[in-house]
């Protein structure tokens, strides 16, 4: 496959990941980091975000299975999860932490507990797309071209 | 703190502002997540801006207790052990004359309250995005 046609499939591919509100426009703001004294920034911040959140969906289980379950403990891990999603742009994530806290509000073991298993099926969704996204993107540097970026939209 | 004269120059990375290099501005972001620490410090860095990170409010403290001055602190509300309102509060009785951003995952009215009572200027739920950023520069500079 040629790079023009490379970059043509990165370009739809992404724009689709926004359509399907896996993504959001803060996903735009981590590309407008990335310069040539940062060339790596966007893959770096995603795979610290994916350690992050895989530890921090690890506690949340860990804390919800306890028989009285602490529900300050779980709040704040779902804090750290919704701040970090919002921040690289992980949507549906994001989405996912908003729903989960009502049920930590009013102590929902249940409710809490399906909610989590949501959020972890929304995370390895998002995390799949995100690293199918780079390995396009290794195939075009590869090739001997150059990423397109997406535009902002305000 | 005034924009210099001659040229502008800066790291502007949307929208064409730029800003003069002659007084640095400094900030200080304090986030016990290593994902909003890293992308707060860039998107400051991006716009000029001399950036440190600490993961806790006691480190925070401890930089201001040793003599560490800076434009602008970004602190988390949530922060373990000594949480955001309460670190605010405590380098504020220092007299840290910093603008004070609190910064929090889900806003809160009541957290807001608490936050603004402890010292801090501004109150927002992350992202941190230009939108904010740009304009507290701006008054930074002035």
Same mark, same amino acid.
């Given at each position: 496959m040629e790079v023009g046609q490379m970059q043509r499939r990165l370009i739809e591919y992404t724009k689709s990941?926004?359509? /399907?509100?896996? &993504?959001?426009?803060?996903? &735009?703001?981590?590309?407008?980091?990335?310069? /040539?004294?940062?060339?790596?920034?966007?893959? /770096?911040?995603?795979?610290?975000?994916?350690?992050?959140?895989?530890k921090l969906l690890n506690d949340i289980t860990r804390a919800l299975d306890q028989q009285s379950v602490d529900f300050t403990k779980v709040d704040a891990h779902v804090h750290q999860l919704k701040g970090s999603s919002a921040s690289v742009g992980a949507q549906r994530v994001k989405n996912g932490c908003i729903a989960f806290r009502n049920f930590c509000e009013e102590q929902n073991?249940?409710?809490?507990?399906?909610?989590?298993?949501?959020? +972890?099926? /929304?995370?390895?969704?998002?995390?799949? +797309?995100?690293?199918?996204?780079?390995?396009?993107e290794q195939q075009i540097v590869a090739a001997g071209g150059s990423v397109p970026m997406m535009e902002l939209s305000f | 703190m005034g924009m210099s004269g001659g040229s502008a120059e800066g790291n502007d990375k949307s929208e064409g502002q730029s800003f003069s290099c002659k007084n640095k501005l400094t900030a200080l972001v304090v986030d016990n997540g290593g994902v909003c620490r890293v992308i707060q410090t860039a998107l400051l860095r991006s716009y000029g801006v001399e950036t440190e990170a600490v993961e806790t409010g006691e480190a925070e403290v401890e930089l201001i207790a040793s003599g560490a001055t800076f434009n602008l602190i970004i602190i988390e509300m949530l922060l373990?052990?000594?949480?955001?309102?309460?670190?605010a509060r405590q380098i504020r009785t220092m007299g840290a004359q910093s603008m004070i951003l609190g910064i929090t995952a889900f806003f809160d009215e009541r957290d807001q309250q608490e936050f603004l009572a402890a010292g801090a200027d501004e109150f927002i739920e992350k992202p941190l995005s230009p939108e904010v950023v740009i304009p507290i520069i701006r008054e930074l500079h002035n």
């Open positions: 990941l926004f359509m /399907e509100g896996i &993504l959001d426009d803060q996903f &735009l703001q981590l590309q407008q980091l990335q310069d /040539e004294s940062n060339p790596d920034f966007v893959v /770096e911040v995603v795979s610290l975000f994916f350690q992050d959140a895989e073991v249940d409710g809490s507990l399906r909610c989590l298993q949501q959020i +972890k099926q /929304e995370y390895y969704h998002v995390k799949n +797309k995100l690293e199918a996204l780079f390995r396009l | 373990p052990v000594l949480n955001g309102p309460e670190t």
